[in-house]
């Protein structure tokens, strides 16, 4: 996943472990705008920071993946956790990205 790094950046007050944890999993410097981080990576509840759009995939999924989970609720299924529900959202961002500044 791509974060902003000012989304990043209270964590090194609030947390310097953890900051120091994200730069060197990212293996960034301070002077990047974005850094990408693995889908699995935890903040341990520190933040949550906004993801960015990385194309027409990630936009779907931030719509589609609530409402999945409101089905899987009421009837109990798992669709959210869906393994083609990714793969799609990779294929639509390389078919349709989205610049970033």
Do not use: H
Request: net charge positive; aromatic share 8%; charged share 20%.
């Amino acid at each position: 996943m791509l974060y902003y790094f000012e989304d990043i950046l209270p964590l090194s007050q609030k947390n310097p472990p953890l900051f120091g944890k994200v730069m060197q999993t990212a293996n960034v410097s301070a002077c990047q705008k974005y850094l990408e981080l693995p889908d699995d990576f935890s903040f341990d509840g520190a933040i949550n920071p906004p993801a960015i759009t990385r194309g027409l995939g990630d936009f779907v999924a931030k719509i589609a993946k609530p409402i999945a989970g409101i089905i899987d609720k009421n009837l109990g299924t798992n669709i959210k956790n869906c393994g083609g529900c990714k793969a799609r959202q990779e294929s639509l961002n390389a078919i349709l990205p989205f610049k970033l500044k």
